[in-house]
Each structure stands twice: as C-alpha cells, then as structure tokens.
C-alpha cells in the first residue's frame, strides 16, 4: 500500500513539473527540451506528455508544445474562487483613481511572484504585464515578500543568490539584498528605482491576513519621467491604507 501511495505521488510530481515547465516558458518546447529541463527520462516524458495532450493540458504544435486550453477555465474559476483575487479591484480601482498610478497585488508561487490583478493607470507605463505574470523576488517589489518570509525559507533562497546587475545598471550583491530586506522589515515598505524596468518607480507593501500571514503584496508603480522618487513615496501611506483595506476584508 505504502509502495502504491509513494508511485501515485511520483506520477503526480512528473505531471506538474511538466506543467510547470512548459507554463514557465514563452514560445513551443520539445520533448527533449522538456526532459531535459525537468530531469526525466525521455520516454517517461513522452508518456506524461502523451496523458496530458489527451486531456488538453497540454497542445501539441510543429514547433513543440504549448499550453493547452483546459487551464483557461482553471485560471477563471481562480479569479472567481480566490477571496485576495475577488477583492484586490475594489480596492486597486480606488488606489489608481487617487494616485493616477499603476496598481497591483501579487502573491507568491513557490520561489516566485505572480501578478493576479491589476490596474492600469490613465498614463500608461512603458510595459504591460497581463495578469498570470511571473516575477522574482530579488528584485524590486518581490524583495518585500522576501523579506516577511520565514528565515529558514529566506535563507535556503539566499544560499543560491548571485549578484544581479539592475535596470540602473547597479550591481545588487547579497550585503545590499540584505541591507534592503531589513530595511523592509523596518518601515513596512519598499520603493525601488529602475531595479527591473529602466525607468520606473515602484513602491510596495505587504498584504496580511487578520491573524498575521503573509498573504501578498500591493504596490504602485510610476515612469520616472511622470513623478519622483520623492512625490510616489508620498503615496505609500495611501498604499498602506489599501493594504490594510484588503485585510479588513479576508
């Protein structure tokens, strides 16, 4: 019984991490690209691949594979199912109409940040991110989920750290990562200039839930050219009230 359980387990852990895979690239992906990536066995692949074109997980093309059109209505019934993503635009629309900013929240997915609502602001940024975008976390907003992550979990993260070099050209070593992350800690906030988009300013906040979990992140975000870092640091009590709107309502 034991061995049934643990084989079931296995099936289920190759399912997603061709899921995972394939939904982490941006274009078709072979089947050797996929064995490769996920470390399994060809022929182990071509079968897991094989179940999940059938089920239309997954779509075969003459390039390689895509995702296929079964996750469209999982990702609906998330936005319809999640409470963070039914709330997050009624508090967004409001964030954006006073500020005249870009708002959103994201949450975090395994060691990444997904963008799961968002709206845009009547000046529109240099870049768009639809909804289902994944960022890091080393960088810009996502240093604020790391910072409010368990220590045993932040520094399994920062054991693999390497210095990233920023849209502003700054090299990010792991003393300044640090420095920031405590910084975090200690005002609530975080506003970074021309970290991962040349050009832009952001300034984010926690989300927590009423007893004190980390339940995402919301933030603003500003072209250069439209505000200073000083003039959106202003709006971060603004932010904060929103934040703390969005817990009020978990």
């Known amino acids: 019984m034991a061995e049934a359980t643990n084989n079931q387990g296995r099936t289920l852990d ?28 060809l022929a182990t692949t071509q079968r897991v691949i094989g179940q999940l074109v059938r ?19 999982m990702s609906h019934s998330f936005v319809l199912q999640d409470r963070l993503a039914l709330i997050a635009p009624s508090v967004l629309s409001p964030l954006t109409d006073h500020t005249s ?49 368990e220590e045993e979990d932040r520094e399994r993260l920062l054991a693999g750290y390497e210095p ?27 506003l970074a200039e021309s970290e991962r988009s040349r050009d832009s300013l952001s300034t984010t906040a926690p989300i927590w839930t009423p007893d004190d ?5 919301i933030n603003l975000v500003a072209n250069t050219g439209d505000m200073s870092k000083g003039d959106l640091e202003g709006h971060t009590s603004t932010l904060l009230q929103a934040s703390r709107r969005i817990t009020s309502q978990m």
Do not use: W
Not at 56 to 64: C, F, V
Not at 105 to 121: G, K, M
């Open 14 to 41: 190759r399912v997603f991490d061709v899921l995972e895979c394939v939904t982490a690239t941006h274009q078709p992906i072979t089947l050797t690209e996929i064995s490769r990536a996920t470390g399994l066995h």
């Open 55 to 73: 089920r239309d997980y997954l779509k075969a093309t003459p390039q390689g594979y895509t995702l296929g059109p079964q996750v469209l209505p």
């Open 101 to 149: 900013l870009t708002s959103s929240v994201f949450v975090r997915v395994a060691d990444r940040r997904v963008l799961i609502s968002r709206v845009e602001a009547p000046n529109p940024l240099s870049y768009q991110f639809p909804v289902g975008q994944v960022l890091g976390l080393f960088v810009g907003g996502g240093k604020v989920m790391l910072a409010h992550a």
């Open 164 to 190: 990233v070099q920023m849209a502003n050209g700054r090299v990010q070593d792991l003393d300044a990562l640090r420095a920031d992350l405590e910084q975090i800690r200690e005002t609530g906030f975080f």
């Open 213 to 217: 979990t980390l339940l995402g992140t």
